[in-house]
């Protein structure tokens, strides 16, 4: 594919570079199209993203609404038709400024405002449209063959909640028509396995005006989250984890040796409490160390594996805020492993191990990254070498494929963070690893080795779900609702044809429940045939049992399965034994 860089000169990308380049091409021809529709629009960014592309936009007085972007998607097709040629070239900062000037482009102005006196700044025209950027792009406008807007949402300048609001106009391109049929698709099915719609059906969740971003679980939500902290709980102390549990608000100056006073403060929570500043916690380690110091370590003790399930609050924008995805509160299922600078590589490849576990049990592949040192990191420069060379040694004597994402690493450590691919190829990060030489050091933490010396620990901080809540609602989403038995918040529903056969229905439902089965009687007057859609569609429930007069005679139940649709008469006991396995072996 050739793409015209920011110098001029034209060449060939990389394979992997292909369609960041055709979405970044498309951010700008969507542009062109809005400023020929609506020309008082004045453009702030307009970068590509992992998924497609989006360009943030002060319209003015003008509203705008989905129905709109039929219009901005003709007028794109129309400018690609026209076979634009799209040149680059480069102006010194005062000649950029003056340019955007007399374009009365004043988000761009302000932009060149934050860059240094020196800088040239590159920009990228197709006939009457002008844009500053860095590129590269595709040579033509006729080269962008497959898009389609998708959405519109709200987006602060420069993210900041005091700026104007702008309107943030979103869309997907692809190399071919062929791949985005297959990407609609896949939006399509993801609409219907939106967690938040499953949520209020099968009474999973809710949210409130009385709480934005602190979600409410309900009954049946709750049952789940449960389930997987029990799950959490088992597969910890099998890999010889200790669970504490540190407070909810601790003093500033606990954050302030931490680094997060400094680094994370526009996130966290604050109060006052007896004149003193405190901290609601966004993160759980700073309170791990106050335990880990709390009395003297030999080395004999190392490593120390210390989880907790413990709930943190972090500042996130209202506009930015999404079911269980993107919340205020949640639980993180955090643990910190207290270690010597030679158990790193076998303490990493434990965790890389039991996380391998974890996302198996859920039907999950994932892929692996190693991040590293950001720009506003803490420590010196040894500390960050070995710290990531620990990290890749791991990995590569595990055999572990993985790519290097530079500079994106913890203010305090270089970090391994684990992809999901859910049930229908989308990604999430959840799991992660990141290794800390900077924490103990600022702790001053201390073990005594085999010659009665004083050493500084290492520390790991990891999560396997990252975030409970968030992974709940993966969850749903992976499995479109329909839990496995194991999961799901009521395993059985007990369905009497009628009245008549009501008292042996509920003689079974009390039965299943006794062998610690999930289980509910439907009681209402209703027909069969309703009682078993709802059940099965809606609730999703894993295993009907209709009860009529030939169960009732002979004693036993016939069983519907939610995934086949198919019927099976058996007797009581051999279904609860069934089930039991299929709970005990989390099947």
């Known amino acids: 594919m050739k793409v015209i860089y920011n110098n001029g000169s034209v060449g060939e990308c990389a394979p992997e570079e292909e369609l960041h380049i055709i979405r970044h091409t498309a951010a700008h021809i969507m542009a062109q199209a809005i400023k020929r529709l609506y020309p008082q629009a004045d453009f702030a960014y307009g970068p590509a993203t992992d998924n497609g592309f989006y360009y943030d936009v002060d319209l003015g007085d003008a509203k705008i609404s989905d129905e709109d972007l039929e219009a901005i998607e003709k007028e794109m097709r129309k400018i690609c038709k026209e076979n634009l040629p799209i040149r680059a070239f480069t102006l010194s900062r005062e000649e950029a400024k003056k340019l955007m000037e007399e374009r009365q482009e004043k988000y761009k102005l302000e932009h060149i405002d934050d860059l240094p006196e020196?800088?040239?700044?590159?920009?990228?025209?197709?006939?009457?449209?002008?844009?500053?950027?860095?590129?590269?792009?595709?040579?033509y406008t006729k080269a962008l063959k497959a898009f389609k807007l998708t959405g519109l949402s709200g987006a602060y300048w420069k993210a900041d909640k005091n700026n104007k609001m702008l309107t943030r106009i979103n869309g997907i391109a692809f190399r071919s028509n062929d791949e985005l049929d297959a990407?609609?698709?896949?939006?399509?099915?993801?609409?219907?396995?939106?967690?938040?719609?499953?949520?209020?059906?099968?009474?999973?969740?809710?949210?409130?005006?009385?709480?934005?971003?602190?979600?409410?679980?309900?009954?049946?939500?709750?049952?789940?989250?449960?389930?997987?902290?029990d799950y959490w709980r088992e597969i910890h102390r099998k890999n010889g984890y200790i669970e504490v549990s540190t407070p909810m608000i601790l003093d500033r100056s606990l954050w302030e040796t931490s680094g997060h006073w400094d680094h994370y403060r526009d996130n966290m929570y604050t109060t006052k409490i007896d004149d003193n500043d405190f901290a609601i916690k966004p993160m759980n380690c700073p309170g791990g160390m106050v335990v880990y110091k709390s009395r003297p370590h030999s080395y004999r003790e190392l490593p120390i594996r210390c989880g907790e399930l413990g709930i943190v609050h972090r500042h996130e924008l209202k506009g930015a805020l999404h079911g269980l995805f993107r919340v205020r509160c949640f639980t993180q299922d955090d643990a910190h492993i207290f270690m010597t600078r030679a158990q790193i590589p076998q303490e990493i490849k434990g965790v890389v191990r039991l996380i391998d576990e974890v996302y198996a049990k859920f039907g999950f592949k994932y892929h692996v990254e190693l991040s590293t040192r950001p720009e506003n990191s803490m420590g010196s420069d040894e500390d960050w070498e070995e710290a990531t060379n620990g990290l890749r040694q791991a990995l590569d004597e595990m055999g572990m494929n993985y790519v290097v994402n530079e500079g994106d690493g913890a203010f305090y450590g270089p970090k391994i963070?684990?992809?999901?691919?859910?049930?229908?190829?989308?990604?999430?990060?959840?799991?992660?690893?990141?290794?800390?030489?900077?924490?103990?050091?600022?702790?001053e933490a201390e073990y005594i080795d085999e010659n009665s010396q004083p050493q500084r620990p290492i520390m790991i901080h990891r999560v396997v779900f990252g975030s409970i809540e968030r992974f709940l609602g993966i969850l749903i989403e992976h499995y479109a609702g329909k839990f496995p038995v194991w999961l799901a918040p009521v395993q059985v529903k007990v369905l009497p044809v009628s009245d008549k056969h009501m008292e042996y229905a509920s003689k079974v439902c009390e039965a299943v429940k006794a062998a610690g089965i999930r289980c509910e009687l439907d009681e209402r007057n209703e027909k069969i045939g309703y009682k078993i859609r709802e059940a099965q569609q809606v609730d999703r429930i894993p295993y009907m049992l209709v009860i009529g007069a030939k169960e009732t005679e002979a004693g036993t139940v016939t069983v519907r399965s939610r995934d086949t649709g198919e019927s099976e008469t058996m007797s009581m006991e051999a279904f609860i034994t069934k089930v039991v396995k299929e709970n005990k072996e989390r099947i």
């Open 118 to 139: 020196d800088a040239v700044i590159s920009f990228y025209q197709q006939g009457e449209y002008i844009d500053m950027c860095v590129g590269p792009h595709l040579t």
């Open 183 to 229: 990407h609609v698709k896949m939006l399509e099915e993801a609409a219907k396995r939106d967690h938040r719609k499953i949520g209020r059906e099968m009474n999973l969740f809710m949210t409130s005006d009385y709480g934005p971003g602190f979600p409410f679980f309900l009954d049946h939500g709750l049952i789940i989250k449960n389930v997987l902290i």
């Open 417 to 443: 963070d684990f992809h999901l691919e859910d049930s229908i190829g989308r990604t999430w990060q959840c799991g992660t690893i990141q290794l800390d030489f900077q924490l103990p050091q600022n702790f």
